[in-house]
């Protein structure tokens, strides 16, 4: 089984229309993400079709818009959703919310701070995106040390960034995508240094494509799995049923 661990359905269908209909030469389960209402509402026509899913709704931080947090809440308090997310920090960029300016931290932080305690009440796993913030999500150890698990959507930090997260007690796995087949040291480094059991593979489809490509589909799962065997020097078969079993202890806990 190969396990996706953070995908977009809305954007992909938007790539390639009806691939929801279409069977996978490979058995699969997958994380799907959405970040405002309309969008989660068409995700879960197309998880429809995709049983082996499940479903998440945050607050981007490339978009900290809290006029979500109530219908985020009631999805939680309807458990219509497994976790919670993306959330987090994004300051790459120059524009006034992708940049450390005052204003975006504060819509950033707030928005954060909100889905961290909303994790911690619902004991519901956080995804967490993180762009030029690793040092951010530092500060907040004790609180993160409360939820019941967080995964970093395609860990951007450095080895020994992942190393002190651990070292804080703070529940956390790291999700490698299409980055690995463009060689990211950063990547490679953190892949190699950390636990086995502490990876995820994922895709972001339809986004981060490979080179060549005009999006990132679901079958590029394979790609990233066989690059992380390759980089591990594992077997296929043997990665892919680690990957299995990390993916059903962060966001299943089981």
Not at 51 to 60: E, K
Not at 151 to 178: D, V
Not at 191 to 206: C, K, Q, Y
Request: with cysteine; hydrophobic share 40%; aromatic share 10%.
């Amino acid at each position: 089984m190969y396990c996706d661990a953070h995908l977009h359905l809305v954007g992909l269908e938007q790539y390639e229309p009806g691939f929801a209909l279409r069977a996978l030469p490979f058995d699969w389960r997958g994380a799907v993400v959405s970040h405002n209402p309309e969008e989660f509402l068409q995700s879960e026509v197309l998880r429809a079709n995709l049983p082996s899913t499940i479903a998440g709704f945050g607050i981007h931080p490339q978009e900290p818009d809290m006029r979500h947090a109530d219908f985020l809440s009631t999805l939680c308090e309807q458990r219509k959703v497994d976790f919670i997310g993306e959330a987090g920090f994004d300051f790459f960029g120059d524009g006034p919310l992708r940049s450390r300016s005052s204003e975006a931290m504060h819509l950033q932080l707030e928005a954060f701070l909100f889905q961290v305690h909303l994790s911690a009440y619902t004991q519901l796993p956080l995804v967490i995106h993180i762009r030029k913030a690793t040092d951010v999500i530092m500060a907040y150890g004790r609180e993160l040390r409360r939820l019941p698990s967080i995964i970093f959507h395609c860990w951007p930090g450095r080895l020994e960034e992942a190393q002190m997260i651990l070292k804080k007690g703070i529940n956390a796995y790291f999700s490698f995508g299409t980055p690995l087949l463009r060689d990211s040291r950063h990547a490679i480094e953190s892949l190699v240094g950390l636990p086995t059991s502490r990876i995820l593979s994922e895709t972001d489809a339809p986004w981060q494509r490979p080179h060549g490509a005009e999006y990132t589909s679901l079958e590029h799962i394979t790609d990233v799995v066989e690059k992380m065997s390759s980089v591990l020097n594992m077997s296929s078969e043997e990665l892919r049923h680690e990957l299995a079993v990390n993916f059903s202890a962060a966001y299943l806990h089981c």
